[in-house]
Every structure is written in structure tokens, then in C-alpha cells.
């Protein structure tokens, strides 16, 4: 998990202290917000907090700013 950042191929899109990032391939996560599990190439980190990853449907709940 802690190597997770060095295998973001993109920035997507960035919402308020919430940055999505999409990662060189798909990856089992649990969502901080919704603790849901998922294997997926897109992940959502608050405040650049890399211990608390959120999915990508809880970074879409979000206003975007
Ligand atoms: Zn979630």
C-alpha cells in the first residue's frame, strides 16, 4: 500500500482536498468513506493522505469545486 503513489499513471481530477488518481492497473482497495472493497485502477486521496484511500463512486459524491 505505502507504494501505491509510485504506480499513478494519471491525475485525473481534483475536488476540493480530494485528488483522484488512476493507477498503472488495478488494485484491491477499502474505501475510508464507504468501506467498501474494490479492485480498480482509480483511487481518491484526501489531503494527500495515503492510509485512507476513498473509491472512486465516494469521490464522485462530491461537489465538484
Ligand atoms: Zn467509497
Same mark, same amino acid.
Given at each position: ?5 509510485? /504506480? ?5 481530477? *481534483? !475536488?476540493?482536498?480530494? #485528488? @483522484? ?11 475510508? /468513506? ?5 479492485? *480498480? !485502477?482509480?483511487?481518491? #486521496? @484526501? ?19
Amino acid at each position: 500500500m505505502a507504494r501505491l503513489r509510485d /504506480r499513478v499513471s494519471e491525475t485525473a481530477e *481534483t !475536488r476540493g482536498e480530494l #485528488v @483522484l488518481y488512476k493507477l498503472d492497473r488495478p488494485t484491491e482497495i477499502a474505501c475510508a /468513506r464507504c468501506a467498501g472493497r474494490s479492485t *480498480t !485502477r482509480w483511487i481518491a #486521496v @484526501l489531503a494527500g493522505d495515503w492510509t485512507r484511500l476513498w473509491c472512486k463512486a465516494c469521490f464522485l459524491a462530491m461537489p465538484a469545486s
